[in-house]
């Protein structure tokens, strides 16, 4: 029996572009491919890339089982909500009676954060932690970050995977980095990590650094990104046997760079374009701290949590499977003008 595929967040960046690159993959054959919209206009968004839409409420659990055991949807791509595990637990349970009813392999593959393996989640940092590493579901599960949320979003991975064993579902879970590049979907163009530099800066009229060390973070491309999304799904639907469960973490990064080094990249691009006063990057004061968690639109003890800290996360696992990246890490300094214009133009929107 050929598989049939859900991607969920189509109209968003890391959706919207896995939507629009599968129709050019060259992978094997599959049943349906659905979208999950909320409009109409999503809904003819995503017949132009051959997707067909559905439309139903992720909180209402029956609503969720209704459309995954109609529709025979044997693999999910889950790019909603990193944060909370009710939605995720109830599609798990639809595909275990999918597979329960038709005999074939179902799949949930939840897109997750760095952040959660980071120093913001109590991670290790002083070495590499490997995405393949047999420990890894263990050392999360041991990890006690302070801030609520941050705990939360670790859960939901704990959940997902425990849940998923239970159920008899492979999951996996995906986890992006700091990804830049322009989306290539009909929704948002723009990254998340790059824009609260851009808007961060804008609030303060200046480029502030937020950690007192040199610390680094995992970076990605999009399309590299997105491309591990597609090896996957090519692995499962040859029938292959692509690491799930607690062997199932899957980090798309080509490398680390200093956010310092981020930072002055973009600083120049926006004071080349009068953003900021400066193009020179200081560490923040409270002051600064104050300016830039208003722009940002969270407390002022969160800004570090959007725009710094340490994550020794290394990708390993997607190259078991024929995934390398395009892009070196140094590209997205390169690539930082770009960026900025990018960003700046769709702010204007």
């Known amino acids: 029996m050929s598989h049939n595929i859900l991607v969920t967040g189509a109209s968003g960046y890391l959706g919207g572009t896995l939507l629009a690159r ?3 993959a060259n992978l094997p054959p599959y049943g349906k491919l659905y979208a999950l919209v909320r409009t109409d206009e999503q809904a ?23 459309a995954v055991i109609e529709n025979n949807i044997t693999v999910i791509y889950y790019l909603i909500d990193a944060i909370y595990s009710t939605a995720q637990t109830s599609f798990i349970k639809a595909l275990a009676e999918v597979k329960e009813k038709t005999g074939q392999e179902v799949h949930f593959l939840h897109t997750s954060g760095a952040k959660v393996f980071s120093s913001f989640a109590g991670a290790p940092t002083d070495r590499p932690l490997s995405d393949a590493d047999p420990q890894l579901y263990d050392i999360q599960k ?12 670790i859960n939901t991975n704990c959940t997902v995977v425990e849940q998923g064993e239970k159920n008899g579902v492979r999951s996996y879970v995906f986890v992006p980095c700091i990804v830049y590049g ?19 800066a804008k609030g303060a009229k200046r480029v502030y650094r937020v950690d007192g060390d040199r ?10 990104n997105t491309n591990l999304y597609i090896e996957l799904l090519r692995r499962i639907l040859s029938g292959e046997n692509p690491g799930y469960g607690k062997n199932g973490y899957y980090l798309a990064a080509s490398g680390s760079v200093a956010w310092d080094d981020l930072y002055s990249a973009m600083a120049k691009s926006l004071a080349k374009r009068n953003v900021v006063t400066d193009d020179s990057v200081v560490l923040a004061d409270d002051e600064a701290l104050e300016k830039m ?26 190259k078991t499977i024929g995934w390398n990246p395009i892009y070196a890490p140094e590209h997205i300094l390169e690539a930082s003008d770009a960026e900025v214009e990018l ?7």
Do not use: M
């Open 343 to 349: 960003i700046l133009e769709t702010l204007k929107d």
């Open 142 to 153: 041991s990890q006690r970050p302070a801030i609520g949320l941050v705990q939360e979003t």
């Open 293 to 318: 968690a208003s722009a940002l639109g969270v407390p002022k003890d969160f800004v570090p949590l959007s725009l710094g800290g340490r994550c020794t996360f290394t990708a390993d696992r997607g």
């Open 22 to 24: 599968l129709g050019a």
């Open 215 to 224: 610390p680094a973070w995992p970076v990605c491309h999009v399309v590299d």
């Open 182 to 200: 322009k989306g290539e979907g009909f929704g948002n163009p723009i990254s998340i990590q790059t824009v609260e530099v851009v808007r961060a």
């Open 44 to 66: 003819k968004a995503v017949a132009q890339y051959g997707a067909e839409p559905l439309r139903f409420d992720t909180r209402d659990e029956n609503a969720i089982r209704a």
